[in-house]
């Protein structure tokens, strides 16, 4: 008998995470950021996570300047900060030492009202898909991350 992907993964140690399919055709994801909960849009075309100015307090961030320039989502060269060694859990996967890149997440969470979606704290992005080796299933709206 075939196995179903969530076994297959499960059984080789993956944990299963839901996702929610906005109106505005993103998946977002509830993860927490040292011990704090928010809502993040998961973008495999991002190759840092972000998490918004606001979210410096909330999130207990250490805010470093960056020389990076963020550029995305019909914006570019957006001034942006870094912080290290931070601990992102997402369901029973975490990883404690993730750079986050802060920014400007006005204009994403304004497109995002305007479709009649909730406002995020933030994008996980690709780094964090790699290091917890990441498999989206769109179908079932499930994003499996190997403990």
Known sequence: MDKTLQEFLLER???????HLTK???????ASING???LFILDTGASSSCVGFE??????????D???KAAGAGAIDMETKMSKKNKVKIGKWSHNKVVLVLFNLTHVNT???NH??????????ADILKKGKGIIDYQKKYLYLKL
Do not use: M, R
């Open 36 to 38: 704090q909960k928010g």
């Open 24 to 30: 505005t055709n993103h998946f977002e994801v509830k």
């Open 111 to 113: 497109a995002l009202i």
């Open 116 to 125: 009649n979606s909730e406002p995020v704290d933030g994008i996980i992005g």
């Open 55 to 64: 979210g410096v307090e909330t999130f207990k961030l250490k805010a470093e």
């Open 13 to 19: 140690g993956y944990t299963k995470v839901k996702l």
């Open 66 to 68: 960056s020389e990076i």
